[in-house]
């Protein structure tokens, strides 16, 4: 077994193509991925059109301006070229405000202000609208202080767990639980692979060592490869990227481990039902790489999708360790909230080793 | 004494009988080439004699055990040598006869012993830091097949050991053989070449699954009436 | 080869359609309701009505409250603290508290919005009850259109995206496949002792998949008619124009990649980390806006960005031809220097 760790990390360090795959490739995706996917808004250009142009109108735009959500863009000169100034691209929003503004409000305590989002991105301009509105909202109830309104029920708003609405919090556990899986997947599978393919997996047959052993002495090594790396993406995750690390750190390394074992069975498994290392690299790189993503809340709230899709993605690893990992980094609790998404991935690594076991005896027949 | 004993073997897939009814035996010390066309079921008939398979009927014993319910004591007892060349390229060849000594459980120390002579007996012994896969075939081969017999086993399978390799490192290939044989290790052999099977003991020659003829090489050429091996060969395949 | 060309389109453009939407249709409440009275069942009324808002349970102790909020089973906890029906008469002002989980950001801000705004309309109705069933009007009436996409579809969005996504992986998955494959064959060595100009053969290769690549374009535009009834506002003709041209792109990146490896598995392994950081940034699933500065500036070679961004404006917004001109340009000389460098490392490959 000592031979098989050893022989296994000769191959994996004369390789130096290996190597990169190995740690460059996920440092470099945790870097760019962590800081780039994102869904705030900062600095959205919107346009501003004003036909009043008096002090409440610009109190109001002044307001938006500081917010840090908007930068005006370029000048619309009329309600005419809304639709040409959004076919052109950058601008988000175009806000209206209707003539004598200040004195409609002073006199007919009524004046009107007209928001057209750009809604072809509908996530954004839903957010940029309600940033809008809730800005708006505020001056209004500044408005009114001096006036007293009769009653009123105030909301005291609180964001739980991430209350700067930070993406880094929704994204980061996402791109850790798809790098681990799909880079421990794809080592196994392929240094299987490459073993069938080359004909030494036969001598090691013919040899005295049981078939366990051998797949065993195989992908120990990379167990240990796999938690470095995870090592390695987690101090990134909270040096660079600030994520928290609320709850145990032992716990979340010991969850990071079992996950490893169920990507890596599923490599073996991978390895099992493809006859090249081509093959094995096709399977584990574009079969598993789109349902990662999508269907595991990486960036899309699984409770959004139609019901099909919600069933199909309890099947996808990545959704439970996804959910382990927030539940550890960002909300700080125990294993007591955790043991039946763990539970779920052990039983799915389960799955895998004894699918892959049955496989290989099928082969030997 | 027979170290392989078989008797009516067949192997079926699904439907189509790739070993039909063979029964051969090997003695223990003696070259046995193993011969046939293309898909006449050599291989699947190896596979099972080295426990990577089993039959689906017919008594198989190798070495003294059954390959039914005993293929952990028969691995331990054959070497194997593939078809495909088969030691691994990126490590060195020390490192590949380390790796393979381990897996037939050789102390580190007989693992030492052993290698060094190997080596010495190719000539071989200044390349042993060398990575494999930078060293022509031929040595490649040869090395392959010491690897093959580094746990001393009673029996070695070579598998078309000599593919691809020119006449003269053949020669040299057969010479090792004749070697290992004369220590007392079986040898069994499959290849395409008919002058090889001049070399061995006894062959015998497969077709459509079935043992079609056994003898020693002399005594096939007097009943084919044919100058060599490979008259015999073309003559039963015209059949 | 046929069925590829045919299953991984609809499967791509249903899956993912339906799978990649921030849409927020179903908001789980935990409701603790300390206060037990009119005023306050009047408001859990409010939240009860048939909006965005699922009520999960209800409790009376925080704690209960928030551990729904661990387990990840609600996304937001109103309370109503035990006075608030008196503050409300008493001193005409009283407070409730939103909880919201917030490591998704962007949807908890439109959760709270929402929130927000059910409470507001619960003001309004106190004071239309206390004027005695006169109508009284926030001073500043803010009215929204939302253009282009009036009901915030979210497939509307996507699926252009996703056909982006459609012609690129095949653009640049088989080039880059094609001509390595020749190399590990030796057939490439058969070709090269032939008559044939190196140019020629690098037409010869690509066209078929350029071909293909932009009957998948068709095939993908008529099933997002058909089956997602997407606008296409604008012409058909520029799409088609700027996908032939973001083609010959993708094809010679594909074709580079072929000439600067050794075996398939380099190639895929290559193109996948390509197209895995080119996807990611291209604004396909997030917004270039929201990305920082440095990440937006690395799209300035990410020719999915900007194709995506063109088939966006042309099919959702009728952009024309003078709109979409920067974005095109860059194409165009990505299309070039691809090519160009492309046919070069291949000739010196090739001889």
């Known amino acids: 077994m000592r031979g098989f760790i050893i022989k296994e990390f000769y191959h994996i360090f004369r390789d130096i193509r290996s190597m990169v795959v190995l740690f460059g490739m996920p440092v470099i995706q945790v870097l760019l991925f962590g800081f780039a996917l994102s869904t705030e808004v900062k600095n959205a250009p919107i346009a501003i059109i004003d036909h009043s142009n008096d002090q409440v109108t610009r109190a109001i735009t002044t307001k938006l301006l500081s917010s840090g959500f908007f930068i005006l863009s370029d000048q619309v000169p009329g309600e005419g070229h809304i639709e040409e100034v959004f076919r052109h691209g950058k601008v988000k929003e175009v806000i209206v405000f209707e003539s004598d503004f200040a004195s409609k409000l002073e006199k007919d305590r009524q004046a009107g202000i007209q928001i057209i989002a750009d809604a072809s991105d509908p996530n954004t301009a839903n957010l940029v609208v309600s940033y809008t509105s809730a800005i708006i909202g505020d001056y209004q109830q500044e408005y009114l202080k001096g006036m007293s309104l009769p009653v009123t029920v105030r909301t005291e708003s609180q964001m739980m767990y991430n209350p700067a609405l930070k993406s880094v919090f929704m994204f980061v556990p996402g791109v850790i639980t798809i790098l681990l899986m799909l880079i421990t997947a794809m080592m196994t599978s392929i240094s299987i692979a490459r073993e069938n393919e080359l004909g030494t997996m036969e001598i090691l047959l013919v040899s005295p060592m049981r078939p366990i052993q051998i797949i065993a002495g195989k992908v120990l090594p990379y167990v240990l490869l796999a938690f470095t790396n995870a090592l390695i993406i987690l101090l990134l995750s909270y040096f660079v990227l600030g994520m928290p690390v609320k709850g145990s750190l032992v716990l979340l390394l010991a969850e990071s481990l079992l996950f490893i074992v169920m990507a890596l069975s599923l490599g073996i498994f991978i390895s099992t039902v493809s006859n090249s290392q081509q093959m094995a690299m096709m399977l584990s790189m574009f079969a598993l790489m789109l349902p990662t993503i999508l269907l595991s809340g990486f960036i899309f709230p699984i409770e959004n999708m139609p019901v099909p899709l919600q069933i199909f993605s309890n099947i996808m690893p990545p959704r439970w360790f996804i959910i382990i990992v927030k539940s550890i980094m960002i909300k700080g609790l125990g294993f007591k909230y955790i043991w039946k998404e763990t539970l779920i991935i052990a039983g799915m690594a389960v799955f895998f080793i004894a699918l892959s076991i049955r496989k290989f005896k099928i082969r030997l027949e | ?239 | 080869m046929l069925p590829i060309i045919f299953v991984i389109p609809v499967v791509q453009l249903l899956v993912l359609a339906f799978a990649v939407t921030f849409e927020i249709k179903n908001i789980n409440l935990v409701i603790v309701d300390q206060d037990h009275s009119v005023a306050s069942r009047q408001l859990v009324s409010k939240f009860a009505a048939p909006t965005f808002y699922h009520i999960k349970a209800y409790s009376d102790s925080y704690t209960e409250a928030e551990e729904q909020l661990k387990t990840g089973k609600a996304h937001q906890i109103l309370i109503i603290p035990n006075n608030f029906e008196q503050d409300l008469q008493k001193e005409s002002k009283a407070s409730v508290q939103l909880i919201t989980n917030a490591i998704d950001g962007s949807a908890a801000a439109i959760m709270n919005a929402y929130g927000n705004s059910i409470i507001m309309d619960y003001n309004q109705d106190i004071l239309v009850d206390l004027s005695g069933g006169m109508d009284i009007k926030p001073p500043i009436d803010i009215r929204y259109s939302y253009w282009f996409n009036p009901e915030l579809d979210y497939k509307t969005y996507m699926v252009p995206g996703i056909l982006v996504l459609l012609v690129t992986i095949i653009g640049m998955f088989l080039s880059s496949m094609n001509v390595v494959r020749e190399k590990e064959m030796g057939t490439i060595e058969q070709i090269n002792v032939s008559p044939v100009k190196k140019y020629q053969f690098v037409i010869g290769k690509l066209l078929p998949f350029w071909f293909i690549a932009l009957f998948e374009l068709g095939f993908g535009l008529t099933l997002a008619r058909i089956v997602f009834d997407i606008p296409i506002l604008g012409s058909l003709w520029l799409i088609f124009g700027v996908a032939s041209v973001y083609l010959l792109a993708t094809l010679g990146i594909g074709l580079l990649i072929s000439t600067l490896v050794n075996t398939q598995q380099q190639a895929m392994f290559l193109a996948w980390f390509f197209a895995v950081v080119f996807i990611m940034m291209s604004g396909l699933f997030t917004p270039v806006d929201s990305m920082p500065e440095w990440a937006q500036d690395i799209n300035i070679i990410n020719p999915i960005a900007y194709f995506i961004r063109i088939i966006r404006m042309i099919m959702l917004k009728g952009s024309q031809f003078q709109d979409i001109l920067k974005p095109f340009a860059a194409i165009a000389i990505y299309a070039v220097c691809a090519l160009t460098l492309a046919v070069w490392r291949y000739r010196k490959v090739a001889s």
């Open chain 2, 1 to 239: 004494m027979k170290i392989i004993e078989v008797e009516n073997l067949v192997k079926k897939f699904g439907s189509f009988v790739a070993n039909d009814h063979l029964t051969f035996s090997v003695d223990e010390g003696e070259i046995y080439g193993f011969l046939g066309a293309n898909g006449a079921g050599k291989t699947t008939a190896m596979k099972i004699l080295c426990g990577l398979s089993s039959p689906t009927s017919g008594k198989v014993m190798v070495a003294g055990y059954d390959v039914y319910h005993q293929t952990e004591m028969i691995k331990k007892r054959i070497g194997y040598m593939s078809q495909r060349f088969s030691l691994f390229e990126d490590l060195s060849v020390w490192e590949n006869f380390q790796f393979f000594g381990g897996i037939y459980g050789l102390s580190p120390a007989k693992i030492r012993e052993r290698t060094t002579e190997l080596l010495g007996r190719l000539g071989l012994e200044s390349e042993k830091k060398q990575i494999l896969g930078s060293l022509p075939l031929g040595w490649k081969q040869k090395l392959a097949f010491s690897v093959a017999i580094i746990h001393r086993p009673s029996i070695v399978f070579l598998d078309e050991p000599t593919g691809g390799v020119d006449p003269i490192t053949r020669r040299q290939f057969w010479e090792i053989i004749y070697e290992t044989a004369s220590q007392g290790i079986t040898v069994f052999v499959t290849t395409h070449y008919m002058d090889e099977a001049e070399y061995c003991r006894r062959v015998s020659i497969m077709a459509d699954g079935k043992i079609v003829a056994l003898d020693t090489p002399a005594n096939l050429k007097t009943k084919y009436n044919a100058a060599n091996i490979e008259g015999v060969f073309l003559k039963i395949a015209r059949n």
